[in-house]
């Protein structure tokens, strides 16, 4: 299938979740790579694990993205993870200092949650052959009363308000770059990139798992994604996502 064609911008003012509104348009519609869903509302956005997703209607940006990688194997997952986070903290670098990703993707201010990404992938014949990217920046929003441990917006920060538009034409042009990088199978470069943006890189912190608590510094991330802490006495651990929990 030709997926070169412009990518569409499509702006919604209220969907259920612009994931699945991009899944259901691509069962009967033709969009291409780089095509977006844009909802001012959602009103079953979610989060990692099924947790909901706050976003007071018109104030932030709520958009999935569509993206069709060229001849990327299936084990490469981990690298839609990497491109979607650092193209959603470069954007925001345009704006602010001190954005970091967490792993798996969440994207941090200081030690507060300004982006969170959730993506749906499809494989075929041992390839990713599709990606929904799900996306929530907090922009304008000014207060958040959900039990989400710790919420940011943009607005919060500086007291400034922001361009939605601007901010999302940033975005696409960032995630296009990013994108390129990954279909010309740059993955050590993107990986770099990553590891370079995490939160906490540098020095041991607090970490949890199901032996209980303890102390480690980020090592790397396996290309399957799993996370590989260092404990002071050397000793390396491997975790899969919801498997070890930061620590304040």
């Known amino acids: 299938m030709n997926h070169t064609q412009t ?67 299936a084990n490469r997952l ?19 200092p001190d954005m970091t990703v967490k792993w798996a993707n969440d994207v941090y201010y200081k030690d507060s949650k300004i982006a969170g990404i959730l993506i749906e992938n499809a494989i075929m014949d041992g390839e990713i052959s599709q990606s929904v990217i799900g996306i929530g920046i907090n922009i304008n929003q000014k207060v958040f009363s959900s039990d989400a441990p710790n919420p940011i917006s943009m607005t919060q920060i500086t007291g400034q308000t922001y361009d939605l538009k ?42 949890a798992d199901d032996t209980g608590s303890f102390s480690a510094r980020i090592y790397d991330i396996e290309p399957t994604g799993r996370l590989i802490l260092e404990r002071p006495d050397g000793r390396l651990s491997r975790y899969a996502f919801k498997e070890v929990t930061y620590l304040q």
């Open 78 to 96: 981990f690298a839609i993870n990497e491109i979607a986070s650092l193209s959603v903290k470069y954007t925001l670098d345009k704006y602010l």
């Open 7 to 73: 990518p569409r911008l499509i702006h919604l003012p209220e969907t259920d979740s612009t994931n699945k509104y991009l899944l259901r348009i691509i069962e009967t519609e033709h969009l291409c790579s780089g095509s977006i869903v844009w909802a001012d509302l959602q009103t079953a956005g979610r989060g990692q694990a099924d947790n909901r997703w706050e976003s007071e209607a018109g104030k932030n940006l709520t958009f999935s993205i569509l993206f069709y990688p060229e001849r990327a194997p």
């Open 166 to 207: 601007m901010i999302m034409d940033d975005f696409r042009r960032i995630f296009a770059e990013q994108s390129e990088r990954l279909n010309n199978a740059c993955y050590d470069t993107i990986h770099s990139h990553y590891l370079n943006a995490m939160y906490r890189k540098v020095g041991f912190y607090e970490y």
